[in-house]
């Protein structure tokens, strides 16, 4: 379903935004489609590939992650600007003269627009599709992540409308690239975290489940008849279970990172 079409009515209050969302770990089950989103777009991809250290610390790769992602929708906005700062200084090594640079505010489009697009996309999964004002809401607070970075609030498509025709412009301009391709084959594979490697089965299903058939052939992701018949049968069976679950304990792990988040600050540990 398209970011912009009519969707049934789903029971959210009216002031239902992404900060009533981001915290559930559902997300999670996107996360991992989203980084793939992100990296067939082949200047993140090269870059990613290039400069990241995700395969040799993983779990380290999730919590900083995570960080930014919580801190900019459920942070203050004292921790959004440090967070911004420190993964601006991170971003400084990752260039290539000519080939691409984690300033690219273009890129960095693209990389918020996937964040926007897979909040929307596991709403939809959990819980079905939010009202048009809902999605909106969703996909106008999701900005912050390009917006905190070197992103200009102009560069946003301003109508859910627009937001399809980029999406659907960026995922045809896609193209596959060898090293990229090796790198989300090996992402997938051996990326997990050890205390989540026996979720690699799963993981790696809806990693690839999640992707549009285009994106998934530029990274050379294969896709059976099998694969769709298990990723039909757990978007059956997860999201009942799931909705019966305590809110408090669907949302500890965000509410574990923020507090890690701030305990490192406080000790001037390693943030970011």
Known sequence: MSIAEQPTETNENDAYGLADLIAEQALMLGAGSTVFFQLAEKGVGLGVAEHSTTLQRPADRLRTTMTYVYVMILGSEEERRAISKMVNRAHRTVRSPGRYTAFDPELQLWVAATLAHNGIFIHER????????????????????GNALQVRPEQWPETLEEFDAYWEQKIAELEPDPAVQDFCHRLITQ??????????????LLDRGNLDPHTREILGFEWTAKDQRRYDLFW???????????RRLRQFPARLTLWDMRRRMRTGARVI
């Open 126 to 145: 959990i819980w079905g599709p939010p009202s048009r004002e809902v999605r909106l809401r969703l996909y106008r607070d999701a900005q912050i992540f």
């Open 191 to 204: 990326g997990a975290p050890v205390w989540l490697r026996w979720m690699t089965p799963l993981q790696a």
């Open 236 to 246: 059956r069976a997860f999201p009942p279970i799931y909705r019966r679950m305590p």
